[in-house]
């Protein structure tokens, strides 16, 4: 089955600055690769999402690019802001009615003032 | 209004007891999961169902079962408490196979068996 790493597991950057998550997947069938957003207490929201078609996906200050040769995805936030703060999950899924999704260990992100 | 409802919330239960978990949505969807989560933790799927009368194992091991009888209500059961099951359970659902593949996540069912 899917395998998926996550680093790093935690990561402290000043507001403003960058912050860079890195994902790697074991099966070369995944084609769906979704970023969710967990603040302290909060149910996992999905943020960006990207194909297998597509090497980078943009929202605003958020970014997912792909590498599928490598089997790596990477998420980037520019311009971090408190509200960044949260637990950050990479996941993979093969899609094509088969929605189950292989999540990676999550990044605590904390973003200081 | 259109969401995923988890019941109860928080759940404090003595060993041996027999607890259900609820899971009800309201959007439509035919996919549904069960994940366990310790609190910022990896999330572990436990089971899934595709649509009424289809139940899957999921990638980590369960003494729980599943039922899905109707298309919005999928309820997990764990037929005798063990202080290892005390964890957050959280319910998902996602929409018909096609162009969307996001999971929308219930609030979750924080359990604690004593």
């Known amino acids: 089955g899917e395998n998926v790493e996550q680093h790093p597991s935690t990561l402290s950057v000043q507001e403003g600055d960058s912050a860079v998550i890195k994902c790697t997947y074991s099966d070369s069938a995944s084609n769906y690769f979704p970023w969710y957003k967990q603040e302290l207490g909060k149910r996992p929201q999905l943020i960006i999402d990207?194909?297998?078609?597509?090497g980078e996906k943009k929202d605003q200050r958020i970014a997912v690019t792909l590498n599928k040769t490598a089997k790596h995805f990477s998420l980037h936030i520019t311009e971090t802001q408190p509200e960044d703060s949260a637990v950050y999950f990479c996941a993979a899924s093969t899609g094509f009615g088969n929605e189950k999704l292989t999540f990676g260990t999550g990044t605590r992100l904390t973003i200081i003032p | 209004e259109a969401d995923i409802y988890q019941t109860p919330r928080y759940l404090v239960i003595g060993t041996g007891k027999k607890i259900t978990l609820e899971c009800s949505q309201t959007m439509g969807h035919d996919k549904m999961y069960w994940y366990q989560q310790d609190p910022g933790m990896e999330l572990h799927l436990i089971h899934y169902?595709?649509?009424?009368?289809?139940?899957e194992k999921g990638d980590l091991s369960s003494e729980s079962t599943v039922s899905r009888i109707r298309t919005e209500h999928f309820p997990l059961t764990l037929e005798s408490a063990r202080p290892s099951h005390t964890s957050q359970y959280l319910c998902a659902s996602s929409p018909p196979t096609g162009a969307v593949y996001e999971q929308y996540f219930g609030p979750g069912t924080r359990l604690t068996v004593t």
């Open positions: 990207i194909r297998s078609n597509v």
């Open positions: 169902s595709y649509g009424v009368n289809s139940t």
